[in-house]
């Protein structure tokens, strides 16, 4: 793979929506870097989780409690698919931030897992948690607003969107 294959699917991989004013929401702009919010929210949360976790007196926490934060951390995003007004905001740093909960959520979760009481219940949590995962993006890939923000663009999902031309690889790269 050359170079300039490689930094396309690298801006292609964290942004992963086209760069244009359709989908301001759903984009944070870092220097010539263009982000998936909610992607940068909820992996830096989890990031955020695993070193709350590993240096922090969160260790000390048992199962139930970890199992309690993980939990509340996640209503906001659960509100949001409900599409609740307040949650189902506009405003970039709320999306945000209920992103980067999820994250620190999923992270704690992950780590009450490991300190589970017995292997069943360790098992059903993490069977439980796949669960939910999945079912939230199936239930985002069946919305019938998946794609409104295209709606009223020339180029709906076409390859030659030019939100997508940051991403594109050039014609002369075989």
């Known amino acids: 793979m050359n170079k300039e294959r490689f930094i396309g699917l690298l801006k292609f991989s964290i942004a992963h929506h086209p760069v244009c004013w359709h989908y301001r929401l759903h984009t944070l702009h870092i220097g010539s870097f263009t982000l998936c919010l909610g992607c940068t929210g909820f992996y830096g949360g989890v990031f955020l989780g695993a070193v709350m976790f590993i240096f922090r007196n969160v260790v000390q926490l048992d199962w139930f409690g970890l199992v309690i934060i993980a939990s509340s951390l996640a209503v906001p995003t659960i509100l949001r698919l409900m599409n609740l007004p307040f949650f189902n905001s506009t405003r970039k740093y709320l999306r945000f931030l209920f992103r980067l909960l999820l994250g620190i959520g999923v992270a704690f979760g992950l780590a009450s897992i490991t300190k589970a009481p017995n292997v069943f219940i360790g098992f059903s949590q993490f069977i439980l948690g796949v669960g939910l995962y999945l079912g939230i993006g199936y239930q985002r890939i ?8 295209c709606q009223d663009c020339t180029f709906t999902m076409s390859f030659d969107c030019p939100g ?11």
């Open 142 to 149: 069946r919305s019938k607003d998946m794609w409104t923000e």
């Open 164 to 174: 997508f031309a940051p991403f594109h690889l050039s014609k002369r790269i075989k």
